[in-house]
């Protein structure tokens, strides 16, 4: 193995103007400048502690091009790496070949970086810099009290080891195949998702109700049904965050002691009931407990049950069909940035009595692909643990480079 050198950030940024920059200043690129279209701007919220989330681009706003040309310091390309200097320090993303832009904005709790690809590979950066020892490294830089702060001298004077050019690429194709399998096992799943929302829109259940089909979704779904309290020492915990907005799969969660909380079982569909995690999507399927475990999440979820003789999954493409979600956000109340819809109003709805038969088969491929999708799921997990076990090993140089491949190859 070659022989590693340890390098500042600032010695492995670009040649020129702005390789190294934060974003705009203030409120010089605040919330009242965002639109439904434009150049993309990232937020804290589009960047993950995770390894794998190299960059979440579902959840994106905009700003018009003009009050874009304003920052070009802050214009981040494909390539380019970009960090949280202001609340969850530690966030580092890149902007990769499956980004959804070719560029962006960095917002004013960011900065970026744009690598000079003749000292070091961008990939390779991205998995170093993501890896705890240099998460550690930059969160126990904190500045700030109620709010963790990082500031661009702090970033440049980052040190990352090095192994020559030709063995980063090899390192970064190693622990990229384990993402580039999750990535493959993600787009199954969305495929599969997509399908059987138009099976569901088959139903006749996303048009307005008329004549004498109507009936009440609580016909068909009981929302918040009754549970006992969980019976172990550390039930499920489910939080706002495990809820994705474009997937029924929980990836993540947790156990803690019972405290108050929203109730559920295997089978039950998780509702974000909250602005904004309600508008963005938030949604999940419950399918990874033992048969008859109670659950608990977050006190801001509504549960979704179907009835019995209706297919379990039925709730939860329910709940993401449009017209539903926006009966449930219509019927939000309390102050701005605060507003939640409750179970008795999202339940107060009512949509066509689906054929017997066609309802019986949709239950039919739903319960084969939601099978898979949870086959798919697990895989996953193996595959992030798999990563994330290689990715100090392979950064501190512990770990041959064949010997990880093998490893790979036998998973990926």
């Known amino acids: 193995m070659s022989e590693w050198k340890t390098r500042r950030l ?8 702005n390789s190294l920059a934060t974003g705009p200043f203030g409120s010089a690129i605040s919330s009242r400048f965002f639109q439904e279209g434009g150049v993309p701007v990232i937020r804290g919220s589009n960047l993950s502690l995770d390894v794998g989330e190299r960059l979440i681009d579902d959840d994106i706003v905009f700003v018009d091009h003009a009050k874009a040309a304003e920052f070009s310091r802050s214009v981040a390309r494909r390539g380019d790496l970009v960090f949280t200097c202001w609340g969850t320090i530690g966030q580092v993303g890149l902007i990769d070949e499956n980004a959804r832009f070719d560029q962006y904005i960095v917002s004013n709790k960011q900065m970026k970086l744009t690598p000079d690809p003749a000292r070091v590979d961008s990939l390779f950066l991205y998995y170093a810099l993501s890896s705890p020892d240099s998460v550690a490294q930059v969160q126990g830089l ?3 009290s109620s709010v963790p702060g990082f500031n661009l001298t702090q970033l440049r004077r980052i040190e990352v080891s090095l192994p020559a050019l030709s063995e980063q690429q090899v390192i970064a194709a190693v622990l990229g195949a384990l993402d580039d399998k999750i990535a493959v096992n993600e787009r199954i799943a969305a495929t599969y998702e997509q399908l059987l929302q138009y099976r569901f829109t088959e139903l006749g259940l996303s048009g307005e109700p008329d004549g004498d089909t109507i009936i009440a979704v609580t016909d068909l779904v009981e929302f918040n049904p009754k549970l006992a309290k969980p019976s172990a020492e550390e039930p499920v915990y489910v939080d706002m965050a495990a809820l994705r907005t474009d997937r029924a799969g929980i990836p993540v969660w947790t156990r803690r002691a019972p405290k108050s909380g929203t109730r559920f079982m295997n089978g039950d569909t998780l509702l974000a009931r909250i602005t904004p995690c309600l508008e963005n999507g938030k949604t999940g399927f419950v399918d990874f407990m033992a048969d008859g ?8 979820f509504i549960v979704m049950r179907s009835r ?41 709805y009512f949509v066509n009595r689906p054929d017997a038969d066609a309802l019986a088969a949709f239950g039919r491929e739903t319960e084969a692909a939601f099978s898979h999708m949870k086959s798919l799921q697990g895989e996953n997990r193996n595959l992030a643990t798999l ?18 491949e093998k490893i790979v190859e036998d998973h990926a």
Request: aromatic share 6%.
């Open 308 to 348: 019995p003789g209706v297919p379990a999954e039925f709730s939860y493409f329910l709940a993401r069909d449009s017209r539903f979600r926006e009966h449930a956000i219509r019927n939000m109340l309390g102050t701005s940035g605060r507003q939640r819809v409750s179970a008795a109003d999202a339940a107060n």
């Open 387 to 404: 990563r994330d076990t290689l990715l100090p090993q392979l950064m501190s140089g512990r770990l041959r480079i064949k010997d990880a």
């Open 293 to 300: 475990e109670v659950g608990i999440g977050s006190t801001e």
């Open 142 to 144: 904190s500045i700030g």
């Open 10 to 17: 600032e010695e492995l940024s670009a040649p020129g103007k």
